[in-house]
């Protein structure tokens, strides 16, 4: 029953830093997606993808990359990290249509 | 991107009393999803709401479909210490992703 799990947990990294957000899924979802949540700004989708090999831009992709190789894997790449780019990440997925979001716990991560 | 108006932004209530939050956007939706989200934690569905005029229960939370199709409200009853968290609404865009509000934020005093 693990739904979205997202690795790490917490992160911290030096303006310029790349890394890694993993996030996987087991529900067999064709749709996931990448957001992030700052105060009082609610959710902002950055990157999204209907299906392995396809993606896609949201309101907010810059400095962000994405890849969808499997159905189940969605990781988010930040080449060059900025302290812009603090911030909880959460990952997303659901199936066909309007079906809701199931939503990961988040990463916290931290730029200096 | 889509704007959600949700308000207000945050609530002091005494635990017994209810609580009514709304979001309304700008444009016409065909979905209304409402999540509360618990520190430290990602968002979880509360309720779904796929048809105009709609009402939906679950539990101590009542949720309804706007019948112009732009706005939706979400009702809690009795409120007890556990529904403190921050509660989101969230519509699809003609493209089919999901778009948020900026969330009200309960606190509860027992």
């Known amino acids: 029953n693990a739904g979205v799990t997202q690795t790490p947990k917490f992160q911290v990294l030096k303006t310029g830093q790349s890394m890694t957000l993993q996030c996987a899924q087991d529900?067999?979802?064709?749709?996931m997606s990448w957001y992030r949540q700052d105060p009082g700004m609610g959710l902002r989708l950055i990157h999204y993808s209907v299906g392995a090999g396809i993606t896609d831009q949201g309101e907010v992709p810059n400095g962000y990359n994405v890849s969808r190789s499997t159905t189940e894997d969605f990781p988010l790449r930040l080449l060059s990290a900025a302290p812009s780019q603090t911030s909880v990440y959460f990952c997303a997925s659901r199936a066909q249509g309007y079906s809701p979001l199931h939503f990961g716990n988040g990463t916290r991560l931290t730029v200096t | 991107g889509q704007q959600l108006n949700q308000s207000p932004q945050s609530m002091f209530i005494q635990e017994g009393e209810d609580v009514s939050m709304n979001c309304t956007s700008s444009s016409i939706f065909n979905t209304w999803l409402w999540y509360k989200q618990d520190p430290g934690e990602g968002p979880v569905l509360l309720i779904a709401l796929y048809k105009a005029g709609e009402l939906t229960s679950n539990g101590r939370l009542t949720a309804q479909f706007g019948i112009t199709r732009k706005d939706s409200f979400l009702n809690i009853s009795a409120s007890i210490p556990s529904d403190v968290g921050i509660y989101f609404c969230a519509g699809p865009s003609p493209g089919n992703q999901f778009y948020f509000g900026t969330g009200t934020s309960l606190t509860v005093i027992p």
């Open positions: 529900m067999n979802h064709e749709y």
